[in-house]
């Protein structure tokens, strides 16, 4: 019963599963964006633990892409790593610069929440995107 929105892949002759059209897709300034997309790349992030990428409604770009993440625990920068974040801290700016050579400039989350405990899911372990949006409202 849920939307989903798919693309196709001529290369492979396939689909993509894109996501859900009322919870996964952003719509951000004329562009449509797969969250479930841009999550799997944010994922990659040495210091994140969990992410969840949503849209928040804005005047201007019909929405943002907020990113709401918990942190990995005792997460140790080796010197020889090139990647340089501050231990136990992430700040928009540090992850916009991670970002920029992994995704196009406008997939890249203009908001920021970082959970100090688990994200909050319902009682069958799922993030309910919509709830979430409240975490940003008003800022």
Same mark, same amino acid.
């Given at each position: 019963?849920?939307? +989903? #929105?798919? !693309?196709?892949?001529?290369?492979?002759?396939?689909?993509?599963? +894109?996501?859900?059209?009322?919870?996964?897709? /952003?719509?951000?300034?004329?562009?449509?964006?797969?969250?479930?997309?841009? !999550?799997?790349?944010?994922?990659?992030?040495?210091?994140? !633990?969990?992410? #969840?990428?949503?849209?928040?409604?804005?005047?201007?770009?019909? !929405?943002?892409?907020? %990113? /709401?993440?918990? %942190?990995?625990?005792?997460?140790?920068?080796?010197?020889?790593?090139?990647?340089?974040?501050?231990?136990?801290? +992430?700040? +928009?700016?540090?992850?916009?610069?991670?970002? %920029?050579?992994?995704?196009?400039?406008?997939?890249?989350?203009?908001?920021?929440?970082?959970?100090?405990?688990? /994200?909050?899911?319902?009682?069958?372990?799922?993030?309910?995107?919509?709830?979430?949006?409240?975490?940003?409202?008003?800022?």
């Amino acid at each position: 019963r849920k939307s +989903l #929105v798919a !693309e196709y892949d001529p290369q492979y002759n396939s689909y993509q599963i +894109l996501g859900r059209l009322s919870a996964d897709i /952003i719509k951000c300034g004329g562009h449509k964006l797969s969250g479930l997309h841009i !999550e799997r790349v944010l994922l990659e992030h040495p210091m994140l !633990e969990e992410a #969840v990428v949503l849209g928040v409604p804005d005047e201007t770009y019909g !929405e943002r892409v907020g %990113l /709401i993440c918990r %942190l990995k625990t005792n997460k140790r920068v080796d010197d020889d790593d090139d990647d340089d974040y501050n231990q136990g801290n +992430l700040t +928009l700016n540090e992850l916009h610069e991670w970002c %920029l050579p992994r995704m196009a400039k406008y997939k890249i989350p203009t908001l920021l929440k970082v959970m100090e405990n688990d /994200i909050p899911k319902n009682a069958m372990g799922k993030v309910s995107k919509k709830q979430l949006v409240h975490l940003f409202i008003g800022e």
